[in-house]
């Protein structure tokens, strides 16, 4: 099946503020052919199969150097993928969110190729300085694998952060945009993961559903973006500054994760209360 890039896909490709050459390629390899392709698959899943809700956009730099660091969850990265959709769909000029991804991904051929054509590279640390300092919009999870690993219990819960993204913030004097992302749990309501399996294919482990397959569900999803943070000084701090700042963003994401929740519940009492009520049983229905 051939994907259709639609006019106003390619015209939003076409206004990124992304240095592309006269073959439609930037220094960093990203094709403008592969995004138009890949937002264009992106845009039935973002706008339809999760109908994503979209909060505190005004907080998210128009142009310029800025991390989005948010909570992970859902088994697989739909989280990452609904981001890069909302800063591609909902920001006027649309932006590209860069992510760090995990290192098996650049390890798998057919993800590697499309993970760096359409600005997703793995998260070293010289990788995410160089964007910063180019003003790219950089995406990061400080959970890492571990948060898309959270069982379905565990959905609204954070681990374990990475420090790293606190140092680079701090070096490259780049504001961070901490966000709640809501609903990956049920999208992909994980029992448990296989690690064995997960080595057959090259990856960390294989989410297990009540349906086996970790194929998402079409739920709602919110994301909710909130105001910037930044923290002064050279990034070469003590540890015990660094965790510090850490704690702060992860307790800010939280209660962004948590605002997610109540406007996700709001919205599915309204849906719940306009759906048409069940037709009482007749008499010989009763029968």
């Known amino acids: 099946m051939t994907l259709l890039v639609s006019d106003s896909i390619a015209q939003r490709?076409?206004?990124l503020e992304i240095p592309f050459n006269s073959f439609g390629v930037d220094p960093y390899g990203i094709s403008q052919?592969?995004?138009?392709?890949?937002f264009s698959l992106l845009d039935f899943f973002y706008h339809h199969y999760f109908s994503v809700g979209v909060t505190g956009l005004e907080n998210v730099p128009a142009r310029g150097r800025a991390m989005l660091v948010g909570n992970h969850c859902g088994g697989v990265a739909i989280d990452g993928a609904m981001v890069v959709a909302s800063m591609f769909f909902a920001m006027d000029p649309p932006r590209l969110a860069e992510g760090?991804?995990?290192?098996?991904?650049n390890r798998l051929p057919f993800t590697s190729l499309w993970s760096s054509r359409t600005g997703q590279?793995?998260?070293?640390p010289e990788h995410a300085s160089r964007l910063l300092e180019d003003e790219r919009l950089l995406m990061v999870f400080p959970e890492g694998a571990r948060g898309t690993a959270k069982l379905y219990s565990e959905r609204n819960s954070l681990v374990h952060f990475g420090s790293g993204f606190v140092r680079l913030a701090m070096k490259t004097r780049t504001p961070v945009i901490p966000f709640g992302f809501v609903g990956g749990g049920e999208a992909?309501?994980?029992?448990?993961?296989?690690y064995t399996i997960g080595r057959l294919?090259?990856?960390?482990?294989?989410?297990?559903?009540p349906y086996l397959v970790p194929a998402p569900l079409p739920v709602q999803l919110e994301i909710t973006y909130g105001e910037p943070m930044t923290f002064a000084?050279?990034?070469a701090e003590e540890d015990e500054v660094i965790l510090g700042h850490v704690e702060q963003v992860k307790a800010r994401i939280a209660e962004l994760i948590e605002a997610g929740r109540k406007r996700r519940r709001g919205k599915l009492s309204l849906d719940w209360r306009g759906a048409t009520p069940p037709r009482p049983a007749s008499s010989k229905e009763h029968a």
């Open 33 to 38: 052919k592969h995004l138009g392709l890949f």
């Open 13 to 15: 490709v076409q206004r």
């Open 100 to 105: 760090m991804a995990e290192k098996f991904i």
């Open 121 to 124: 590279f793995t998260g070293l």
């Open 233 to 235: 000084g050279t990034g």
């Open 201 to 209: 294919f090259g990856v960390p482990y294989i989410p297990i559903t």
């Open 188 to 194: 992909v309501p994980t029992i448990a993961n296989s």
